[in-house]
């Protein structure tokens, strides 16, 4: 049974402006996933004392990783990855599209093939979307089309993951929801819970703005924000977590 987790780690940078990549690693550690999707990952940037910093998270946890660059400026580079320490392959990475002739951030994607039993393959797409909604259903178009949910290699078992920077409001969700379950909704669309796992601001979360979502192939059997004290100063998100089963 697989344990999951999506964690936008702000660069290491801490709601109370501390750079630390050991905090973040520890916060993840508390929790112990099996797979790790990471967004906002510094990587040789001066800002960051030219720390690879989804490097030293992977030894840190005893994990492999595999990154992406949403984008990238000489030898620094900015994006997301996928650690685990499990047998796995990467399948895809790249970038996703934004609005034409815009100074907004480079978002992208990067998918991971993980055998999380003997012979049994979870497909596992992190991203992280823009914050303009209008760029948001760009770049929810491309990963439903043909590089990538599209592809023949994307098959049940199967999640996309990430920090959407959407609530169930924005149409991004909507049409996502449309082709894959939320994790935190039952297969009939209800509230798995009474109260939803909020992730931002770590501090007082207040919105559901990190998100799984599943193909019919898997069951949830747990689900909820890592809310500890080092968790809530780490980053400006909480990590969500849930505990997978294949049906």
Not at 68 to 96: C, K, Q, W
Not at 166 to 188: E, F, K, M
Request: charged content about 20%; aromatic content about 6%.
């Amino acid at each position: 049974m697989p344990r999951l987790m999506t964690y936008n780690v702000h660069g290491c940078v801490g709601v109370d402006g501390k750079l630390d990549v050991g905090r973040i690693a520890a916060v993840i550690a508390q929790s112990r996933p099996d797979i790790v999707a990471l967004q906002e990952l510094d990587v040789g940037r001066a800002r960051s004392g030219r720390v690879d910093q989804a490097h030293e998270i992977a030894s840190r946890l005893g994990m492999r990783f595999h990154f992406n660059a949403a984008f990238g400026v000489a030898e620094e580079s900015y994006g997301d990855a996928i650690l685990t320490p499990l047998p796995h392959r990467l399948v895809r990475s790249g970038p996703l599209p934004t609005l034409p002739r815009s100074r907004l951030e480079r978002r992208g994607a990067i998918w991971v093939a993980v055998e999380v039993a003997p012979g049994v393959e979870l497909q596992v797409i992190n991203t992280h979307l823009g914050l303009v909604p209008v760029e948001q259903r760009g770049q929810v178009a491309a990963l439903l089309g043909g590089d990538w949910i599209g592809r023949a290699a994307w098959c049940d078992p199967a999640v996309l993951l990430g920090d959407f920077n959407a609530t169930s409001r924005y149409a991004a969700y909507r049409t996502i929801t449309s082709r894959l379950r939320d994790v935190q909704r039952s297969p009939g669309g209800e509230r798995r819970a009474t109260r939803a796992a909020r992730t931002f601001p770590s501090r007082l979360p207040v919105l559901r703005i990190d998100h799984m979502f599943l193909t019919p192939g898997l069951k949830v059997t747990e689900v909820h924000a890592a809310t500890g004290p080092l968790a809530r100063v780490a980053s400006d998100h909480l990590p969500l977590v849930a505990d997978l089963r294949l049906a």
